[in-house]
């Protein structure tokens, strides 16, 4: 009677989890004419999740309603690496958040890559203490001579214009979100690289929105939603630190806010560009998508 039991609750956990992968044609059924071929395949093998989600290492979840959907790891750094034209990730994805209107091929809104940073215990005691401004300088004085790096490795430049959305950190709920305006290269349309950080005990769950500038107020709109996501799992919360045991972290919420600027940014937004003006790529094979944007890696 145990076993059946066990068996009983083994096989309705496969099927919850089961539930929440959607195909392609579920999730968007808008795109159902969509011309078969590589862009189509590469779509179609990607698993479309919702519901309650346990990110990879067990110490945190997410909880994806309807309006957004989640993307495994591999699914994630697929979809950066094969379909957006960046160079293998590092930390690898713990997954990603879109919104259910946009695929990876299709939309002019954002897209949210989760990572996870074991960097200790982050104290926020100098969180009201923050000159903001004066980082703001700092940040860009380092951007500025990171683009000698980025010329020797065929890299475009990437200057920080500013602030898009100034730093808040709520200190309730342990998060913490800022923006910056990017210019990647010659490009007449910024980037906006928009930074969630959850704070927890041994590390921050990174949470970063790719997106162009033009999209901030969809990012806005939809950060609220984003912020609820997250969360950790008893033992692994802020609020479980054990001085005695744990290890701090060497940066405070300000060194988190100094952290250099993603290089994946630039590629999405020239495609999200592109498929604003034209959404010519419905139709262009994967392997094309990868020829055209090789020659403006971010």
Known sequence: MLLRSIAVAALTV???????AKPFSEMFPQYAD?????????????????????LPGGFAR??????YYYLGAQDAERVLSEAWGNPPSEPAPLGMILPETDTPFHGDGWAVE??????????????????YDGLLAEMQSDAAAE???RDENGYERIELIGWASPPRYDPVGRRLHWAKELKFGDSEVNTLNYNLRVLGRKGVLVMNFIANIDALPAVEAALPDVLALAS????????????????????????????????????????????????ILILIALGAVWKFFTGRRA
């Open 62 to 67: 997410l909880d994806v309603p309807e309006g």
């Open 232 to 279: 950790f799992k008893e033992g692994s919360r802020y609020a479980d630190f054990d001085p005695s045991v744990d290890e701090v972290a060497a940066v405070g919420i300000g060194g988190l806010i100094a952290g250099k600027a993603l290089a994946k940014t630039g590629l999405l937004a020239t495609l999200l560009i592109f498929l604003k003006k034209g959404w």
């Open 34 to 54: 969509l011309e078969p071929g590589e862009a189509r395949t590469f779509l179609e093998s990607l698993d479309y999740r919702q519901g309650q989600i346990d």
């Open 114 to 131: 989760i990572t996870w940073s074991e960097i200790g215990y982050v104290s926020d005691e100098d969180a009201d203490e923050i000159d």
């Open 147 to 149: 683009n000698a790096w």
């Open 14 to 20: 496969m099927l919850t989890v089961q539930a929440q």
